[in-house]
């Protein structure tokens, strides 16, 4: 009987967590006509895919320097330019908004990584590509995808979102401004 009980609450539980994921369909950026996939998890409308915009000003990267990468997975940017990035009527995600998707997902396990991943449930899609440490080094393409908020932590560091393929997780953590992680915009 427990066993019946369980598979009943997880089928419920598969059904409203496929029920937030609404895809609304595309946004194209103004400034330079790349079209992104959007979709509203809960109330809040986001890109599903990772930003791509190359600034005429700030510190940005393609994946190991190697533009092939831009079309698939975005730049990489720095804290500050990753800020001002974002278009009109989009903004960085504050942590709050993170929490509150990671919250919709699961919470911090396996079902959140399950979700946000691409070809994932939500529709957010997340594509891991990697970052680049504040020396110029990158790492972990395939591996992990740090996404930048816009709440700092400390007077060198922010806040970012992380899914980790390696132990199939979804967490907040900080690191240095430097660093270069993707940026994926919020609707206003």
Same mark, same amino acid.
């Given at each position: 009987?427990?066993? &019946?009980? $369980?598979? !009943?609450?997880?089928?419920?539980?598969?059904? %409203?967590?496929?029920?937030?994921? =609404? !895809?609304?369909?595309? /946004?194209?950026?103004?400034?330079?006509?790349?079209?992104?996939?959007? !979709? &509203?998890?809960?109330? =809040?409308?986001?890109?599903?895919?990772?930003?791509?915009?190359?600034?005429?000003?700030? #510190?940005?990267? %393609?994946? #190991?320097?190697?533009? &092939?990468?831009?079309?698939?997975?975005?730049?990489?940017?720095?804290?500050?330019?990753?800020?001002?990035?974002?278009?009109?009527?989009?903004?960085?995600? %504050?942590?709050?908004?993170? *929490?509150?998707?990671? &919250?919709? %997902?699961?919470?911090? +396990?396996?079902?959140? $990584?399950?979700?946000?991943?691409?070809?994932?449930?939500?529709? /957010?899609?997340?594509?891991?590509?990697?970052?680049?440490?504040?020396?110029?080094?990158?790492?972990?393409?395939? +591996?992990?995808?740090?996404?930048?908020? +816009?709440?700092?932590?400390?007077? *060198?560091?922010?806040?970012?979102?992380?899914?980790?393929?390696?132990?199939?997780?979804?967490?907040? +953590?900080?690191?240095?401004?430097?660093?270069?992680?993707?940026?994926?915009?919020?609707?206003?």
């Amino acid at each position: 009987m427990k066993s &019946k009980s $369980f598979l !009943v609450a997880v089928t419920i539980i598969v059904i %409203a967590l496929n029920s937030m994921a =609404q !895809v609304e369909g595309t /946004f194209t950026d103004p400034r330079d006509g790349k079209i992104y996939k959007t !979709v &509203k998890i809960g109330t =809040q409308t986001m890109m599903a895919e990772n930003l791509a915009y190359k600034p005429a000003s700030g #510190n940005y990267w %393609a994946f #190991n320097a190697d533009p &092939k990468y831009i079309p698939t997975n975005g730049y990489l940017y720095d804290w500050e330019t990753a800020k001002k990035a974002c278009p009109a009527g989009w903004h960085l995600p %504050a942590k709050k908004e993170y *929490d509150t998707l990671i &919250k919709i %997902a699961g919470g911090n +396990s396996e079902g959140p $990584f399950d979700y946000l991943i691409k070809y994932g449930d939500s529709g /957010f899609s997340s594509s891991e590509s990697g970052y680049r440490d504040g020396e110029g080094m990158f790492f972990d393409f395939d +591996s992990k995808a740090s996404f930048w908020c +816009s709440t700092p932590y400390l007077n *060198d560091q922010a806040w970012y979102l992380l899914l980790d393929r390696d132990d199939t997780s979804v967490k907040m +953590s900080y690191a240095k401004k430097t660093f270069g992680f993707s940026v994926r915009c919020f609707k206003d």
